[in-house]
């Protein structure tokens, strides 16, 4: 039988789209060495582009060409985020049962992101638009060289980067919905509650980690440089969603209280 080396592996090391949202059952076995490649390996059409592509404005989501630049944005963030954790499963040893749970879970939020980028790619079809059609940026995958240890990882993706997408989710739906798409609304809705419990997969794993420590500070501690708390609030931050996956009142109070001026969290 397949092994999860074997599976994470070909989602990371094979180019095309298909191999990325692939789905085989397989065996986990002995943790296997693995070297952290520069980039994932992607088709063509898919490679990073250093091409800078503005975000359209909120009052033009209305138009066909801008709906389709955001949802291949949100797509963009979905495979950057599938191949981080088929990375996470190949880098972290598995050696005790706590391992392998943690691992299990990883494989569980990928599951649901591939579900998600599907969502996203058949939605930007039906507009008449391609994966690919505009240029991928690499901002996700630039921090997975830094996050050495387990913790650095849940600390980036699900505390931060997954935890923005609580807000980020909410606030596009209500957008979308506002211009009568209900369909591209029901979408960010899916991935919402998906979201919620990556968050608390997350929060559940560091809670075990921090020891004696504050997990707020924990944390803080665990997110590398130049990264801030900042970034896992996004555009009309909603402390009571982040509070409900979360479960912790103190890290929420924090969260609440914590400002460094990222220009995301300003805006209205």
Do not use: C
Request: a negative charge; aromatic letters at 14%; proline letters at 4%.
């Amino acid at each position: 039988m397949t092994s999860y080396f074997d599976f994470a592996q070909k989602i990371l090391l094979a180019g095309s789209l298909e191999d990325k949202i692939t789905d085989i059952e397989f065996e986990w076995g002995p943790w296997k060495n693995f070297h952290l490649p520069q980039v994932p390996v992607r088709s063509d059409r898919l490679k990073f582009s250093d091409d800078q592509l503005k975000f359209p404005k909120s009052n033009r989501l209305n138009e066909n060409d801008k709906k389709a630049m955001a949802l291949h944005s949100f797509a963009n963030h979905e495979l950057l985020a599938i191949e981080m954790m088929a990375a996470a499963m190949l880098i972290y040893p598995h050696h005790s049962d706590d391992d392998l749970r943690f691992k299990k879970g990883i494989l569980s939020a990928l599951k649901d992101e591939q579900k998600h980028l599907s969502l996203y790619i058949k939605r930007l079809n039906e507009l008449g638009y391609e994966f690919g059609d505009f240029p991928l940026n690499d901002f996700f995958w630039r921090q997975m060289d830094k996050l050495k240890t387990p913790a650095q990882y849940l600390a980036v993706m699900s505390l931060t980067f997954e935890a923005a997408n609580l807000d980020f989710a909410q606030h596009y739906a209500k957008i979308f919905r506002s211009f009568g798409d209900e369909e591209t609304a029901k979408v960010l809705d899916i991935v919402l509650e998906d979201e919620i419990s990556h968050v608390a997969f997350g929060a559940h794993w560091m809670k075990r980690w921090k020891m004696d420590k504050n997990l707020w500070d924990y944390y803080q501690a665990s997110l590398p440089w130049p990264l801030t708390p900042a970034r896992s609030k996004g555009i009309g931050f909603d402390p009571v969603v982040h509070r409900r996956a979360m479960n912790d009142e103190g890290f929420i109070s924090s969260l609440v209280d914590f400002d460094d001026q990222f220009k995301i969290t300003k805006r209205v």
